[in-house]
């Protein structure tokens, strides 16, 4: 890619400011500024006796499957601590490579991944989560997740368990900061990665119109579903991953460079 690829483009990005860094110096190292507007925070629960409850068995089960890093760096300390070690009879799924990536870091080598899209969905479709009838399956997640997955693999025979071990705010305090930036010229373009920043930002713009102006550039169809309802322009990136979004954010610069 050229380093002039996004030249003259503004974008927020929305992500939480630790997962926000590599997508924003890859827009800057392109040409582009890069705004962080962080809708989603990522926190430890306050009281983790019903994930402890949760993993009590967690020898006895037979699947951890982990919905994202989050769910890997607030879980993994908490097992190690409880068991001194994986269990080994304990087969684990990702929702991601990122996840699975996370996984390893704490020791955790074979773990089950989608190849193509990264999502619940995907996940599904592999054979290993079809032949679960009976199966123990515990999901990693924050709080108040989806339920695609549990209520899938609970059709399918399966005892489910959540292990809830994170919960999602809206850290933001300037909720017109991009209105703002909007009415200067200096935004095009807004990265969204998750469905709850979607709805926080739609929610903090509830105010002003700038979002019927600028395009929301997302990593997963799902994530565009709200703003194609409202009438909003939305780009879908082909693939996941920050060189995904970047391409994904090239297509606007001939209409606002």
């Known amino acids: ?89 304990l087969k684990f799924a990702a929702i991601g490579h990122q996840t699975a990536k996370q996984l390893s870091l704490y020791g955790v080598q074979q773990v089950l991944t989608p190849q193509t899209r990264f999502d619940s969905e995907t996940l599904l479709a592999l054979a290993e989560m079809h032949d679960v009838a009976n199966e123990t399956i515990i999901i990693f997640r924050g709080l108040g997740g989806r339920d695609v997955l549990a209520e899938t693999l609970k059709s399918r025979g399966a005892n489910i368990i959540f292990a809830e071990c994170y919960r999602r705010t809206n850290p933001q305090k300037d909720a017109q900061l991009l209105s703002r930036l909007w009415q200067q010229n200096q935004l095009n373009a807004v990265v969204v990665t998750s469905s709850e920043a979607m709805r926080n930002l739609v929610d903090l713009a509830s105010e002003s119109d700038y979002l019927q102006h600028v395009t929301l550039c997302v990593n997963h169809a799902r994530i565009a579903e709200l703003p194609i309802q409202l009438g909003l322009k939305v780009l879908v990136t082909d693939a996941p991953g920050d060189d995904a979004m970047i391409k994904c954010l090239s297509q606007l610069v001939n209409k606002h460079g």
């Open 1 to 89: 890619m050229a380093d002039d690829l996004l030249t003259g483009l503004h974008v927020a990005v929305t992500r939480p400011v630790d997962q926000a860094a590599s997508l924003c110096e890859a827009i800057e190292c392109y040409g582009g500024k890069a705004i962080t507007f962080p809708l989603i925070a990522i926190s430890p629960l306050i009281d983790y006796f019903a994930f402890e409850q949760a993993i009590a068995n967690l020898e006895d089960a037979n699947w951890a499957i982990f919905i994202s890093t989050n769910a890997v760096d607030n879980a993994l300390p908490r097992i190690l601590k409880k068991f001194g070690k994986i269990p080994k009879n």
